[in-house]
């Protein structure tokens, strides 16, 4: 079985605090992917990465960045983390075929107080 | 720009009934197209999926239907079971260029047994 495993399930940080998330995969998969849950918003793409060192800014990069490099780690970096910012994250990998579906991490859910 | 879209946000079903959830797609690139279920604090687990050269893909009580003229899918569950309340997410993707997968907005399903 594939195993995305995300480093916390829930996080508390400050306002304007550096903040680390963490996630490893176990399937030697080429893509792994960050993602946001919010109320009404669905899952929106963070960030992407289709290699080590490699990434691409999904549809709301802006206060994110994304570090990867080994291949099964992906981190998903908050620069200064803003109260807005408070969300469920998930991350997930993928074998990169063709017709080929993303496995998730059980998510993990920051408050930025 | 919401390329993926599911304009039902929530759905009530009686146990043994027919559930269906809609999903309507803009961008024609899209050629993979995948269904999740999502419980509260937990990750996405993948469903069901198709590929564009199908028009319809059948796993068990879950069926998925493709109209690539309507850019539209959707997902048939018989019987519905109070197991299958969740949020349910739309995905797609393409095989040019990244994968990245893009995610509707859910679709809350409630099955009353």
């Known amino acids: 079985d594939v195993k995305v495993t995300q480093s916390s399930r829930y996080l508390v940080k400050r306002t304007g605090e550096k903040v680390f998330l963490e996630c490893v995969q176990d399937?030697?998969?080429?893509?792994m992917f960050w993602y946001r849950q919010d109320p009404g918003l669905g899952l929106r793409l963070i960030y992407f990465?289709?290699?080590?060192?490699?990434?691409e800014k999904g549809d709301i990069p802006e206060g994110y960045s994304v570090s990867r490099e080994k291949k099964e780690r992906f981190s998903l970096i908050l620069e200064s983390a803003s109260t807005n910012q408070t969300s469920m994250y998930l991350c997930?990998?993928?074998?990169?075929?063709?017709?080929?579906?993303?496995?998730f991490g059980q998510g993990t859910r920051l408050t930025v107080v | 720009d919401q390329q993926v879209k599911q304009n039902s946000p929530s759905l009530s079903v009686q146990e043994g009934r027919i559930s269906i959830l809609n999903c309507d797609y803009t961008?024609?690139?899209?050629?993979?197209f995948l269904w999740y279920k999502k419980y509260p604090a937990e990750g996405p687990t993948f469903l069901i999926s198709?590929?564009?050269?199908?028009d319809k893909n059948e796993d068990g009580r879950f069926t998925v239907f493709l109209n690539k003229s309507a850019k539209h899918l959707s997902l048939h569950i018989v019987p519905s079971q109070p197991g299958d309340s969740a949020v349910y997410f739309c995905?797609?993707?393409?095989?040019?260029?990244?994968?990245?997968?893009?995610f509707g907005t859910g679709t809350k399903l409630q099955v009353i047994p």
């Open positions: 990465s289709y290699d080590v060192k490699m990434k």
């Open positions: 399937m030697d998969h080429e893509n």
């Open positions: 961008n024609s690139m899209f050629d993979y």
């Open positions: 997930a990998s993928m074998f990169a075929g063709i017709d080929t579906e993303a496995f």
């Open positions: 995905a797609a993707s393409a095989k040019r260029g990244y994968q990245k997968v893009t």
């Open positions: 198709i590929s564009s050269i199908k």
